[in-house]
């Protein structure tokens, strides 16, 4: 806990079972609950804690050769679509880590596939959206209106209902609406004056006042209505926003930049910081959060609605299940002290891309 001394132990592997089970003890302090051949549940009951590690069930090492900066698994879980530093985009089947379209000479920093799956959306540094078929690396749109000054890339997208709108947000300090069809910019959601780093677009709670548009919207505006827009900013700031009014809802100061936000519900939402802090807040009043989770100083760099509860992944290789059904913090391994930029999720499943080049897929049907 934040304040009190770090409590230190070890765990050691004794044998094997004749399943195949390691047989681990824990050092004073610290108790090893149930393990199995991809598991390890610790407690401590000193701090009534408890954590259950988990080991990828599959690792993927040749979709890309250096850093991989963002990913996301396509609707029915069959395809992936990964970014990296290596200056390549590509689309990979989830089981198995097969490349099906390769694009090189790309300086991508966020994609995500369109509801249907078979349309990757993709931002990049040269402050260009682009929508390609999920089948062949062919540009169907490109979209540019955010400023190419200063490397005012565009940070990270949503998608509106089933696409026909899309959001983005930049290191310009804006975040903008899109037409898909008519190749155009609807309008500026936002100007904040400062980066960007994360957007959340959902549908907010019946209570709670959106503001009303100063001039009617477009008819190309396709299920904005009832929908607020966070804003994770660098200037500490976590903003709401109207997305069809463009009208201010809240905004919550915290404790270092914000780098990425999402929602729990319409009521409920969590945004972390650059210092470590996951906040969470109720819309309807954000004069103060509901709880403040602390786990590291590394940043938080993803948030991810799963289940009941969120995954969280952090600039220290840490990757985190919380949720409401369970009495332990779930831990996925192996990214050792590499950041854990982006986490994606099918069903069951849950993908991470770190800085190491590798994917790693985890199986919680067995938890």
């Not at 899109?178 to 019946?206: E, F, H, M, R, Y």
């Not at 607020?228 to 700031?237: P, V």
């Not at 332990?328 to 950041?339: G, K, N, R, S, W």
Request: proline residues 4%.
């Amino acid at each position: 806990p934040p304040g009190k001394p770090t409590l230190y132990g070890s765990v050691t592997r004794r044998g094997l079972s004749s399943d195949g089970v390691p047989d681990i003890v824990a050092s004073e302090g610290f108790v090893v609950g149930e393990v199995t051949k991809k598991s390890i549940l610790i407690s401590c009951p000193h701090e009534n804690v408890s954590t259950k590690f988990l080991a990828p069930y599959t690792s993927f090492c040749r979709i890309h050769q250096k850093s991989i900066t963002c990913l996301d698994i396509s609707s029915g879980g069959g395809l992936g679509v990964s970014t990296s530093t290596d200056g390549t985009m590509k689309i990979w089947q989830a089981a198995n880590g097969e490349i099906r379209v390769r694009a090189s000479g790309l300086d991508v920093l966020c994609c995500l596939f369109f509801p249907s799956g078979l349309v990757v959306l993709s931002g990049g540094m040269d402050a260009q959206l682009k929508i390609c078929s999920a089948w062949e690396i062919r540009c169907f749109l490109c979209l540019y209106e955010h400023s190419v000054w200063f490397h005012a890339g565009i940070l990270d997208t949503a998608i509106v209902d089933r696409g026909r709108n899309v959001v983005s947000c930049s290191r310009d300090g804006t975040a903008r609406l899109w037409d898909c069809g008519k190749s155009a910019c609807l309008g500026v959601i936002a100007d904040c004056g400062s980066p960007i780093n994360g957007i959340a677009a959902g549908t907010a709670d019946s209570s709670l006042n959106l503001g009303t548009p100063e001039k009617p919207p477009s008819e190309r505006e396709v299920g904005t209505e009832g929908k607020i827009l966070l804003l994770a900013r660098e200037d500490k700031k976590l903003q709401g926003v109207g997305l069809q009014s463009r009208q201010p809802v809240f905004l919550f100061v915290g404790s270092d930049a914000f780098n990425c936000c999402t929602f729990l519900s319409s009521t409920y939402i969590l945004a972390g910081t650059q210092d470590g802090n996951i906040y969470q807040l109720d819309v309807r009043n954000t004069n103060a959060p509901i709880q403040v989770i602390h786990r590291s100083g590394a940043p938080v760099l993803s948030l991810l609605l799963y289940r009941d509860g969120f995954i969280a992944s952090q600039g220290d290789g840490t990757c985190f299940i919380v949720q409401q059904d369970l009495d332990y913090v779930l831990d996925l391994t192996e990214a050792d002290c590499d950041p854990v930029y982006k986490v994606a999720s099918w069903e069951k499943e849950i993908y991470t891309c770190c800085r190491d080049g590798i994917v790693r897929r985890y199986q919680l049907s067995d938890l």
